[in-house]
């Protein structure tokens, strides 16, 4: 597992967009999965500044969605595809066709397995960049989830809920369970990047990089995964600016 060290948050942004453009310059086709979330606005501006500036090319690019909240409606407005879509798809005029997003509305069990095999039917996940929850999950592989575990049906902890009020308003608005891509399918990706910012993730990112590998702390999965890497800002590693 490669460190990054960035100085800052800009820093973070760019390092972790550089590998994401590095890698549709290599592979136009590419499957990409990108997180929600606050951490990754700043990556999301810079992948559409490349794009403006014609320095990135993601008319090929395809896309799954890493998690999604369950028992929603397709059009309610908490759907993280929604939400990725107003803050970084429509902008790089990515097409529909070309994203393998969960039906909230579907039988969980049924779109689980139809999202593992759009997929492998389409060779396979080549660049996932992940954040870093609060108890070390990574999608919403919460403690506790088995390494080899694939897209499923999961129920989210007090811990997640808490953290996503933010973005809802009340612990009540937060859906208690989502879809997520699988320890074991996020594993099998060509390449694995986890993006950590703030102080408020020093102590989780501390324990994720030295603690011994343990579902306890899902993001450990990184520690064997041939090709990755953990792009941190100095306030996540504990550091004074």
Known sequence: MKLIEAVDYGELSRVAAGIVVEQVRTRPDSLLVLPTGNTPAGMFRELIAAAQRGEADFSRARFAMLDEYAGIAR??????????????????CVRPGAVIAFDPEA?????????????????????AVLGLGPNGHIGMNEPGSDADSRTRLVTLTPA????NAAYWGSEARVPKRGLTLGLGTLAEARSLVVVVAGGGKAAILERVLNAAPSADLPATILRSHPASTVIADRAALGLRA
């Not at 059009?75 to 790089?92: A, M, P, S, T």
């Not at 095999?117 to 996940?125: K, L, S, V």
């Open 160 to 163: 997640t809920i808490r953290s």
């Open 107 to 127: 039988d969980p069990d049924c779109e689980a397995r139809f999202v593992e095999q759009r997929i492998a039917r389409q060779g396979g996940i080549d660049l």
């Open 75 to 92: 059009n309610d407005g908490r759907r993280l595809y929604h939400w990725i879509c107003k803050e970084l798809f429509d902008r790089l």
